[in-house]
């Protein structure tokens, strides 16, 4: 099994991807990290903890970062609901998964004490990795490759040109992209593709505990406006690692914008070689949505 960490900041795609990942042969889940995003900190974690009491998954969870390292906080309550996972009623968790260590110190020790090199999977603003990688860079050692959910090779999520969780912090993201580590960048060129309709939803319901509890939450996943496709932008992470085959993967130079007078928090991914920079990124630029969908739904029937 390739062992992996989550960081992350549920968010409904994110309990998607998590319920994934945590029912995959090929996967080992060795921490869940969280950080400020979708919504506060506190509520993230929460929701982490929320997933892990309904999946029954004793896998540990430390808390990140509450805030960006320099810009003031946004979130994404607008498409998640102020609770970062509403719809659904879940059991209320028991806080015995939180660690004492903060996600830098946690990540940092269980990538050191692991005999395999260790796949990070961001799924939330960059804050935690890029704080881990300036803290402790002995890590990069024993990192096998970061693949972010993150990013954009046109349009924005945030912004004009801006996905969310580069445009929430992309003083990390740029850190984490000048890192010389492996990165896979997946981001909205596939995850705009990566649709679930009303019909997929409607599979879902009845296909098992899991299915039943993602159809509640995509009830009030951007307000409800499911007829033009929920976008499972985190899962798109995971589908990398478990499918590499429904994606198209570029190598090319990715470079984040941090003072932009119209672009700020914009990946600059330079397909053409412009820049003449070596190559920095594996960056998603297509996905095959129907092998999306199938393998999504899958997924879910291995879940409770
Ligand atoms: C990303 O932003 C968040 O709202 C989602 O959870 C996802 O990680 C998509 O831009
Ligand atoms: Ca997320």
């Not at 994110?14 to 060795?30: C, F, M, Q, T």
């Not at 808390?63 to 509403?86: E, F, Q, V, Y």
């Not at 890192?179 to 409607?202: F, R, T």
């Amino acid at each position: 099994k390739k062992p992996i960490i989550i960081d992350t900041d549920p968010g409904i795609d994110d309990a998607v991807a998590i319920a994934i990942a945590l029912y995959s042969e090929e996967l080992e889940v060795r921490l869940m990290t969280t950080v400020a995003g979708n919504v506060g900190l506190d509520k993230v974690t929460y929701n982490a903890l929320r997933l892990l009491t309904f999946f029954k998954k004793d896998i540990p969870v430390a808390l990140g970062a509450d805030r960006p390292l320099i810009k003031a906080p946004i979130d994404a309550s607008d498409i998640h609901g102020s609770s970062g996972m509403d719809g659904y009623d879940f059991e209320e968790p028991t806080n015995d998964l939180v660690l004492k260590e903060n996600a830098v110190n946690a990540m940092h020790r269980v990538i050191m004490s692991s005999d395999e090199p260790i796949t990070l999977v961001p799924i939330g603003p960059l804050t935690n990795i890029a704080l881990l990688l300036k803290l402790y860079p002995e890590v990069k050692d024993n990192i096998a490759e970061i693949v972010i959910m993150g990013g954009s090779t046109t349009r924005g999520n945030a912004g004009v040109m801006a996905e969310f969780n580069v445009f929430a912090d992309p003083e990390a993201a740029k850190i984490v992209f000048q890192s010389n580590l492996p990165i896979v960048m997946v981001g909205l060129d596939v995850g705009l593709k990566a649709l679930v309709y009303p019909e997929d939803s409607a599979q879902l319901k009845d296909m098992n505990q899991t299915g039943e509890m993602l159809y509640q939450l995509f009830q009030k996943y951007r307000g409800g406006s499911m007829k033009t496709g929920l976008k499972m932008y985190d899962s798109c992470a995971i589908a990398y690692l478990l499918k590499p085959e429904m994606f198209e993967v570029t190598d090319t130079f990715v470079d984040v914008e941090l003072s932009g007078s119209l672009t700020t928090g914009c990946t600059v991914v330079d397909l053409k070689g412009y820049l003449g920079k070596p190559n920095n990124a594996k960056v998603c630029v297509d996905i095959n949505p129907q092998m999306f969908k199938e393998w999504l739904l899958e997924s879910l029937k291995k879940c409770i």
